[in-house]
């Protein structure tokens, strides 16, 4: 088996490639040389596995969870509402008109890709009335996301990194950092760094005091 095309852990993944992909929910960040097919020819699900198990790593990494859950919800809510929009208009074309059994399972195949359920070897009026109740019910569903990203909305955001970089490289005395060369592991440490520092100057200032 060869080595895979795009990271799979936050040991090479850059921070800016992270946060990236927390802000646009484009898996393109994830590839080790990006290109124009790259989502299309990896895959939409494997992708978001692969996201996922990253994005776990990182939570387990660091305890400061709150940007993460932000970002987390802005990327769900971008999937749901791609995956209603697509797997709804396939829905309507199937509905309105007629075609080969070939082209109507071609759009039953892409529709199935983004998590809806449709069973071959049921009736297909009975499993395309399913499938209408399940697009549907997923209007609930990114209502709660929606609720969930407004009530964090309403607090502090979370800080970009370009002001991040600069206020690292403030706090480390580094001339400066590149976020796209710079791993997320390396990253966190560079905070963890920092908080120690801060910890043992108020060390001092206790001492002093």
């Known amino acids: 088996m060869g080595v895979a095309p795009y990271h799979i852990s936050c040991e090479t993944l850059s921070i800016y490639a992270f ?3 927390m802000e646009t929910s484009d898996y393109t960040h994830l590839a ?4 124009s097919n790259f989502v299309k020819d ?8 692969v996201w996922s198990d990253i994005y776990k790593e990182y939570c387990e990494l660091t305890n400061d969870n709150r940007a993460l859950e932000y970002y987390r919800l802005k990327h769900e809510l971008t999937y749901l509402e791609t995956r209603r929009q697509i ?32 069973k071959k070897n049921r009736k297909v009026l009975t499993e ?15 209502s709660m996301t929606r609720a969930k990203l407004k009530s964090f909305e309403t607090g502090s955001n979370p800080v970009p990194l370009g002001k991040q970089v600069l206020d690292v490289e403030v706090a480390l005395g580094k001339n400066s950092i590149d976020p796209k060369t710079t791993t997320v592991v390396n990253w966190i440490l560079m905070f963890q760094k920092i908080k120690e520092m801060n910890a043992e100057r108020k060390k001092k200032i206790r001492n002093h005091g």
């Open 19 to 21: 946060h990236k992909t």
């Open 32 to 35: 080790k040389e990006p290109y």
């Open 42 to 49: 990896i895959g939409q699900e494997k992708l978001s596995k």
């Open 87 to 118: 797997a709804g208009k396939l829905f309507t074309q199937i509905t309105m008109r007629n075609m080969p059994r070939e082209v109507f399972m071609t759009y039953i195949e892409e529709i199935r890709h983004w998590g809806f359920k449709y």
């Open 128 to 142: 395309l009335e399913s499938l209408g109740k399940q697009i549907k019910s997923t209007a609930n569903r990114i």
